[in-house]
């Protein structure tokens, strides 16, 4: 019998053959301009389908860290595929995977200066999202043996191939409470910090 994850890997690659055999109605209008060709293409909004198995993949990946990785992790999508802005073919989906038991702050914000921040620590944003990394690089592989991991990133760990339907870019990274979310508390002025070397 085929599992979930078989059963959606061939739901897609079966969706992209029976949609490369049609063409779209855009298609129909610049037959001759390949770049106008690319340009409508990208502005048209991208099948229902397509967004639910590139969430999906992102799902797999997520839940797969979550199972084989250490401590407590978030796991937020970011970029193109959340926005609804991703392009058919072209986009991957960013997947940024939290260390929720460490966060920075930054010190002139009110609950910084108002003393609501009261567990110091000697680990820095370097140290947690290095060892963060090369965790997730394991579990990954572990996890999608048949995909291809690219770490010679360091931003992101790059997945693809394999069981996968979508390539998936894993972002470890952290909080960092700015000054607009420590007046506020609301997530969208919270900031992130990703490794970049």
Same mark, same amino acid.
């Given at each position: /019998?085929?599992?979930?994850?078989?059963? !959606?890997?061939?739901?897609? &690659?079966?969706?992209?053959? %029976?949609? @490369?055999?049609?063409?779209?109605?855009?298609?129909? #209008?610049? &037959?001759? &301009? +390949? =770049?106008?060709?690319?340009?409508?293409?990208?502005?048209?909004?991208?099948?229902?389908?397509?967004?639910? !198995? /590139?969430?999906?993949?992102?799902? #797999?990946? /997520? =839940?797969?860290? @979550? &199972?084989?990785?250490?401590? =407590?992790?978030?796991?937020?999508?970011?970029?193109?595929? +959340?926005? %609804?802005?991703?392009?058919?073919?072209?986009?991957?989906?960013?997947?940024? $995977?939290?260390?929720?038991?460490?966060?920075?702050?930054?010190? *002139?914000?009110?609950?910084?200066?108002?003393?609501?921040?009261?567990?110091?620590?000697?680990?820095? @944003?370097?140290?947690?999202?290095?060892? *963060?990394?090369?965790?997730?690089?394991?579990?990954?592989?572990?996890?999608? +043996?048949? $995909?291809? !991991?690219?770490?010679?990133?360091?931003? $992101?760990?790059?997945?693809?191939?394999? /069981?996968?339907? *979508?390539?998936?870019?894993?972002? +470890?990274?952290?909080?960092?409470?700015?000054?607009?979310?420590?007046? @506020?508390?609301?997530?969208?002025? #919270?900031?992130?910090? !990703?490794?970049?070397?």
């Amino acid at each position: /019998s085929l599992d979930h994850y078989t059963v !959606i890997a061939m739901d897609a &690659k079966d969706f992209i053959v %029976n949609r @490369s055999l049609t063409k779209e109605a855009w298609e129909h #209008r610049v &037959k001759d &301009k +390949p =770049n106008t060709t690319f340009a409508l293409g990208a502005m048209q909004e991208v099948d229902p389908t397509y967004t639910r !198995i /590139s969430i999906e993949t992102a799902e #797999r990946v /997520s =839940n797969q860290l @979550s &199972k084989r990785t250490s401590g =407590n992790l978030e796991f937020e999508l970011q970029g193109s595929v +959340p926005l %609804n802005v991703h392009i058919r073919g072209v986009s991957d989906v960013d997947l940024l $995977a939290i260390e929720a038991d460490f966060h920075t702050y930054d010190a *002139r914000g009110y609950m910084s200066t108002s003393g609501q921040y009261r567990s110091p620590t000697s680990r820095t @944003s370097v140290g947690v999202l290095t060892a *963060r990394r090369g965790e997730m690089s394991k579990a990954l592989r572990d996890a999608f +043996p048949a $995909a291809t !991991i690219d770490t010679s990133g360091s931003k $992101a760990i790059k997945l693809q191939g394999g /069981s996968l339907a *979508r390539p998936v870019d894993v972002v +470890p990274s952290h909080w960092h409470d700015t000054i607009s979310y420590q007046a @506020s508390g609301q997530k969208h002025d #919270r900031a992130v910090t !990703i490794l970049v070397y």
